[in-house]
Structures are given as structure tokens and as C-alpha cells.
């Protein structure tokens, strides 16, 4: 319990000096957390383990959040997963269907159906 306190008026501190609601700190901090963890696995876009981190941050937060009110706001803490998982879950779900779409496109096709990806790459000549 010791930690919550530090912890929350380290958060307490990050809204007043930015001048953002919780709120809008969430969403950002979702975001920032998300594309870290990207840029620091060197991962694709899309990454199922840099959505876990922005998971794993937020279930955290609302542990402390927890321990420092000493009961769940429930309400409280569903509004925070929202607005923290909201961007990288869209994120994730964007890249992901779009490279099942491009998986389905790329596949060999019948003669005459259009390949977007077939003449992108020369071919040496013969």
C-alpha cells in the first residue's frame, strides 16, 4: 500500500502540470505505451505483445488506484480500461484484418483473377 501513494500523486502531479483531464491522460498514455513497446521489440504494427504491455499497464493502474482508495470504483475502472485499451485495441484490429486481407489477396489465384502484388518485384530476364 505504501507504493499507491507516491504513485498517485505522481499522477495527481502528470494531470496538473499538463493541463489534461484523466480522461485524455489515459488515451495518450495508452497510445505512448503502445508505440514504445513497439519501437522498443522492434515489431511490426499491429504487435499482439505491445497491446499486451498497454493491457498489463493498465490492469496495473487500476491495482494501484485500488490499493490507494482502498476499494474498486468500479465504474471508474471500467471507464479507464476503455479509454486506455481504445486506440491500440482499434490499432491492432486495423492491422490485423488488413494483413488477412492481404494475405487473401496475395494468395495464387485462377488464371484471369487480378494479383495486386504480381509485378511489383522484376523478374530477371530469360
Not at 498514455?29 to 522498443?40: D, N, R, T
Not at 497491446?51 to 499497464?57: D, E, I, S, T
Not at 479507464?80 to 484484418?97: E, G, N, Q, R, Y
Request: hydrophobic content about 45%; aromatic content about 10%.
Amino acid at each position: 500500500m505504501a507504493l499507491s501513494v507516491p504513485y498517485h500523486d505522481l499522477v495527481a502531479w502528470l494531470v496538473a502540470e499538463s493541463g489534461m483531464t484523466r480522461p485524455m491522460l489515459h488515451i495518450h498514455a495508452g497510445m505512448a505505451i503502445y508505440l514504445g513497446m513497439q519501437l522498443a521489440l522492434r515489431t511490426r504494427r499491429g504487435s499482439t505483445l505491445a497491446w499486451l504491455a498497454v493491457v498489463q499497464a493498465a490492469l496495473l493502474n487500476e491495482v494501484m488506484n485500488r490499493l490507494y482508495h482502498g476499494s474498486w470504483r468500479w465504474a471508474d475502472t471500467g471507464e479507464d480500461l476503455v479509454l486506455t485499451l481504445f486506440w491500440p485495441t482499434i490499432c491492432l484490429a486495423v492491422s490485423k484484418w488488413r494483413r488477412w486481407r492481404w494475405e487473401q489477396t496475395a494468395r495464387p489465384s485462377s488464371p484471369g483473377r487480378h494479383r495486386p502484388m504480381q509485378g511489383l518485384i522484376p523478374q530477371p530476364a530469360r
